[in-house]
């Protein structure tokens, strides 16, 4: 089989997998949930709600353009958008996580980076996201520990507040690692994640709390939007259970179906209704999906018009 044919194969086994992933958890939502009941919250869902949550997917949009340019040491620019906005398009869509590939492909084609570095940059984001993620999942779980039955795991998952001190640490391993590898693709992407100044990785940290925060906040304004009144902190671990779940290598198609599953499940867990968490999940996931190909087009047809303005 030749190279071409083997890409090819590969490609549709995996939307072949994350179409029968995607359709395994709709198969287990019919048999375990009242679909018509999702459906009733979500036609009840007011414009309110959708609007809500679809500019606060919007701030987290300009977050994760501010973190790339931080990571890459770089200053905030339009090229650099695109090359966000493309990558968050393509994470929005492709199964597998295919769509981090995106980010390295688009940095090199757009702003002429090396794809070594980015993929060092994309591996610091990559592992603040676990940190800044552990941590809230350790710290939500002390705080909800009664509420989950926890009893004598509530102090190991106090320890998962350490993450980010951990975390804050990968720029020097990185650059020491930079400098002593004898691989040469080794050094070089080792080299990107260390290339970040010396208050990097606290602004690099600061925007990546924000950024969760705000899913969070925009995962309570979808709930209540389904019709659930839900603490704070119980959307806040749905959101951060879901985004493990988006996280996961093996995904649906768009990544739907772990997504759902995991924040519904996390509120079915914390005794809310699980038909209108479900409506909530779906909700926030359309709203996310939304605008990320907004924002890949919004950036795309800019550059047309300056070129057709150019040619004219």
């Known amino acids: 089989m030749s190279e071409a044919a083997l890409s090819r194969f590969r490609k549709l086994a995996r939307w072949?997998?994350?179409?029968?992933?995607t359709l395994g958890f709709l198969a287990l939502a019919a048999a375990t949930l009242d679909l018509g009941a999702v459906a009733h919250a979500l036609a009840q869902t007011n414009p309110a709600a959708w609007a809500g949550v679809i500019a606060l997917s919007a701030a987290m949009t300009g977050l994760r353009f501010l973190r790339i340019a931080?990571?890459?040491?770089?200053?905030?620019?339009?090229?650099?958008?695109?090359?966000?906005?493309?990558?968050?398009?393509?994470?929005?869509?492709?199964?597998?996580?295919?769509?981090?590939?995106?980010?390295?492909?688009?940095?090199?084609?757009?702003?002429?980076?090396?794809?070594?570095?980015?993929?060092?940059?994309?591996?610091?984001?990559?592992?603040?996201?676990?940190?800044?993620?552990?941590?809230?999942?350790?710290?939500?779980?002390?705080l909800l520990?009664?509420?989950?039955?926890?009893?004598?795991?509530?102090?190991?998952?106090?320890?998962?507040?350490?993450?980010?001190?951990?975390?804050?640490?990968?720029?020097?391993?990185?650059?020491?690692?930079?400098?002593?590898?004898?691989?040469?693709?080794?050094?070089?992407?080792?080299?990107?994640?260390?290339?970040?100044?010396?208050?990097?990785p606290a602004r690099l940290f600061a925007h990546t709390a924000a950024l969760w925060l705000i899913l969070a906040l925009a995962a309570q304004v979808?709930?209540?939007?389904?019709?659930?009144?839900?603490?704070?902190?119980?959307?806040?671990?749905?959101?951060?259970?879901?985004?493990?779940?988006?996280?996961?290598p093996v995904n649906g198609l768009a990544s739907a179906g772990p997504f759902e599953a995991a924040f519904a499940g996390a509120l079915a867990l914390l005794g809310h209704a699980p038909e209108q968490a479900l409506a909530a999940a779906i909700l926030l996931?359309?709203?996310?999906?939304?605008?990320?190909?907004?924002?890949?087009?919004?950036?795309?047809?800019?550059v047309a018009l300056r070129l057709r303005a150019r040619s004219t």
């Open 222 to 248: 979808a709930a209540r939007g389904a019709g659930l009144e839900l603490p704070f902190a119980h959307a806040a671990l749905a959101g951060v259970a879901a985004s493990f779940a988006f996280a996961l």
């Open 70 to 142: 931080e990571a890459l040491n770089a200053r905030p620019s339009f090229p650099l958008f695109r090359v966000a906005a493309a990558h968050g398009a393509a994470l929005a869509v492709l199964p597998a996580r295919t769509g981090e590939a995106a980010f390295p492909i688009a940095l090199r084609a757009i702003c002429k980076r090396s794809m070594a570095g980015a993929v060092g940059a994309l591996l610091l984001i990559r592992l603040g996201d676990l940190a800044v993620l552990t941590a809230m999942a350790g710290g939500l779980a002390f």
């Open 145 to 200: 520990r009664d509420e989950l039955g926890m009893g004598p795991w509530a102090f190991p998952a106090l320890l998962a507040l350490a993450a980010p001190l951990l975390w804050a640490l990968i720029p020097y391993a990185a650059g020491a690692l930079a400098k002593r590898t004898r691989i040469a693709a080794l050094r070089k992407v080792s080299a990107g994640a260390a290339d970040i100044d010396r208050f990097g």
């Open 285 to 302: 996931h359309v709203a996310a999906i939304f605008v990320a190909l907004a924002s890949a087009a919004g950036a795309e047809g800019v």
């Open 16 to 21: 072949l997998a994350a179409g029968a992933l």
